[in-house]
């Protein structure tokens, strides 16, 4: 069906829409296929020529994203908390400068930290 719409529309743009809204049909009809397999049976050379593909690895790139950012600031939290506790200051002095979160586990606690 995708082929056809290549060979049968020119114009890129409608040609994108009609091809992305055969994705999402295909998608949502057999949701028990792969990934693989719906892009094998629209006959797409490549999954990563779909344009669900595409939004779905933009979405997990951002998510990535903002765990890694989120884990860099507890890391840096931690390291800041140790750092004081180093230097003299109390557990509680310790968690409210560095904003560590009291519940998360760190070295001072014999627990591990959490990666």
Known sequence: MVRLVRQEISNPTLQAEIIGLIEEMAIERFPSLSQQEVAQMLGFAKLEETRVYKEVFAEGKQEG?????????????????????QRGFSREEALDISGLDPQTPTADSGEETPQ
């Open 65 to 85: 994203k903002q765990e890694g950012k989120q884990e860099g600031k507890q890391d840096n939290a931690r390291e800041v908390f140790e750092k004081l506790l």
